[in-house]
């Protein structure tokens, strides 16, 4: 039988387990709202990786202004009514921000609570309307759909594209990629051959490939989540589909590449985030990442490292801690790598709250990604 | 009911009115989401709990009242119009589920309500120019009732428990009547309930469509809490969980449900501080629960009396 003195002991520390840090004055709390179970669950985890990276990283190096960060992690469970929770106990608990979600239904729940409590939300989602609804505290670290999709058109034009197949998972952002990608097609007079939407959670794509094949276009393009991006890619090897294969961050993303295998080999893509960017502040993450939890970064990791880090430049930048003024800040305002090295690469931010930088199209080649082309940023066009 | 339970329930019901009062905007949404999820639990343990009939579909009516009030709402029809037209619109769409019901029983109907429901799921994911598609109806506004706009969340949960009260006493009077009586027949024998005269068939089809309605109340509550709806909260896996609400707390039991919603919505957020461990720590709970306890936590008294 079990000691009184031990259950109570054994008590204690349950009780204590992943308690908030409470964020004493040499502290400053940041609250991560994330998709760590549920559909999310893969890009939540990189998310959160990057994040307690950047942090860990951050506090040896004396915190920001002298404080040290208190991160707390509360998973979203990827619904929405519970992403409204994690960030209403979020807001109750007035950290200085608050990063995440990922997933667009979590933010645009999330956006609203951070809005009226005004409290800076950087976060993960790249549909494009999330910032076209006039919020004053809501910040990416990505591209957005929007910007994305043209850099890939033009690429396709450029390549003789005159066909496409378009594979799209029926979720918010397999829809608003799939949306953003034929008004960019028709644009170039680039013509839909066929328009496959997939489930979310989808197994089986031997069907999908062999409607693609039917259509016989010039190229294809796949927008999906991780999972399903992967298990597509191996049913295209498997099918012996032979047209150039396309896709926007995901379908060229470390995680894809590790669960696909050798069936990533050949597909190409435009990413707006990668560890083997021809960048030494970049590929330098990609080691630390690796090394801390023997796995590579994909774009979420590199998301939420980046997220933090831009919570201490604009704070530096600033001089003090002030919610409102570091909102206004990051509004319309850009951070140099040079000067903050875990920026990884120069960003600005316009008055949206859309984030402006480098991307590069990618190809997969023995499973890695390999950059064929770095894209300027769309504002140095 | 003796003095002694009139006393506990009013001394509850005043409980579960004011705590909210001294709690954060967390803790009042949390509540009013507990309240949410228990109007539509109501509805659920008449349809399983006290007419005998399995249902898998739940959440299509949570979703079917909450995209009538997203969609009136932002269409500018006022609230008052609203309650009504989403408990009518689930009364009518519960009503044709209940026909299937009426060929089928046990698991093969569990399957038919599964089918529904994601027939419904489909309906408001791929009908964008109506539902707003995988990007939902953002921006819901909060009710406005008699010129009393509910938009603070403490006004909006005791607005939600009204709601719930008001619901929770037709239900209590619907089961001492008759029709509760008929309900009980019909689960525990259909046979010896209609050589008596009960019409089987029409309390099989009002076992449904009053469930869906209270589905349907419940859902006009949703929208406005979260203020945002897409299709994911309500597919099938909100069904199970809304099944284990009634299941857990005591299926035909009049308080199984406000036991049932707790473990549902608020356990989980009570065992936050297991850290990543919380998901599977609430499993575990679950798969004890059912082990131990197969009668749901209302029959905990008469267990520990055996």
Redesign the interface.
Known sequence: MMHRRTALKLGAA??????PAGAAESEVAIHNNVE??G?GVTSGSMWKMGVDLAVKEINAAGGILGRKIAIT???N?????IA??VA??A??AEPYVMLGPIF??DV??SM?VAENAEIPMIMGGE?A?LTQ?GMKYLFRTSLNQASAMPKLANYLAKNGVKSMVVVWG???F???GRDAMVKEMAARNIKLAADISTEPGQMDFSPVVVNASKANADALFSYMNEEESARFLIALKKLGYDKPVYGETVLVSQKVIELAGPAANGAKGHVGLSVDAPNPKVQEFGRKFMQAYNTSSDHNGIKGYTAVYLVKAATEKLGKFDRKAMAAAIHGGSFSAAQYPGLLMDESYDDKGDLDRESYLVEIKDGKQVITEVLPPVGKK | MSPLRWIILLAGLAFVALAPTQMKNYGVYLTTLWCVYLIAGMGLNLTVGYAGQISLGQAAFLGIGAYTAAIMSKAGVPYLAIFPAAAALCFVVGLLLGFPALRVQHHYLAFATLGFNMLVFLVLRNEEWLTGGTFGINNIPRPTLFGWRFNRPLDFYHLTFAVLVLTGVLMAFLLRSPWGRAFAALRDNPIRAESVGINTTFYTLMAFAIGAAYAGIAGALFAPLVQFVEPAPFGFATSLSMLLMVIAGGSGRFFGPALGSVVVVLLPEWLRFAADWYLAVFGFLIVAMMIWLPGGLLSLPERVRR
């Open positions: 349950l009780a204590t387990i992943g308690l760590l179970s559909t992690h509360q998973d469970q990827s619904q929405p009514q409204k929770a209403t106990k807001a109750d667009s239904g645009n729940v609203a549909a309307n609804q029926a979720n918010d397999g829809k608003g």
